[in-house]
């Protein structure tokens, strides 16, 4: 990966400053692909697209957010005052669950498709929780995650979205109607499914990191449309 310079964002509701890193070219090495759909390829770092505010506490798209400017990733050199203040923002962050709660609660979604994305992060961001701790059993979704979990189903009514309601299910333990939405054709690599199937059959509530060997495609096949 070549690195660029930061790239610095304004919060659309408090106009505070945080900044991300660019990169002049990446690849797919390394790239992780979890049961959820979460990716992450460390040579090609993408910002968050929503980001919890690290001043107001807010949620925004960063599609929305005004941008700034750019400024060296190790504050090198500032050009003026300015410069240097937005070196010293925070990088920016994903936002908590509860805070997209929140967000979807003040009417942040205008249509059912931001309802589906935006309930997805949500998902992920409490799969964070135990993501790279293989080890760990997880635990139950509060009423507050289960009550996301039952509004995503109700987005996810799209053939293409099995895999997700699948996935939802296997959440909030109902493992019978985890293994029925997987049946027919889905548009996944054999491996995966039959790997989804068996955290089913052993009764694994968890995200899971799906091992490279199971991908036989790029990863961005495996994510519903
Ligand atoms: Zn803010």
Redesign the pocket.
């Given at each position: 990966m070549i690195p660029g310079r930061d790239q610095v964002i304004a919060?659309?509701?408090?106009?505070?400053p945080s900044r991300f890193e660019t990169f002049a070219s990446g690849n797919t090495i390394h790239g992780r692909l979890w049961t959820d759909f979460y990716r992450v390829f460390p040579m090609m770092p993408f910002p968050p697209d929503l980001i919890g505010?690290?001043?107001?506490?807010?949620c925004?798209w960063v599609k929305d957010a005004k941008a700034l400017g750019f400024v060296d990733p190790y504050g090198r050199h500032p050009q003026n005052d300015q410069e240097w203040m937005w070196s010293q923002s925070p990088r920016v962050r994903w936002p908590s669950p509860k805070a997209i709660y929140a967000a979807i609660a003040d009417g942040m979604c205008k249509t059912k498709e931001e309802a589906g994305s935006t309930r997805l992060i949500a998902l992920q961001r409490r799969n964070d929780e135990w993501r790279d701790d293989e080890t760990s059993a997880g635990r139950p979704p509060d009423a507050d995650d289960a009550r996301n979990m039952e509004e995503l189903l109700a987005l996810s009514h799209e053939s293409e979205n099995r895999l997700l309601k699948c996935e939802i299910f296997r959440y909030l333990a109902r493992f019978v109607d985890a293994l029925d939405a997987l049946s027919g054709d889905l548009p996944a690599p054999a491996a995966v499914l039959e790997f989804i199937r068996s955290l089913c059959a052993s009764g694994d509530a968890r995200v899971r990191l799906i091992a490279p060997t199971k991908l036989e495609r790029k990863p961005a096949n495996v994510v519903p449309a």
């Open positions: 919060c659309p509701h408090c106009q505070a505010c690290h001043a107001c506490g807010k925004f």
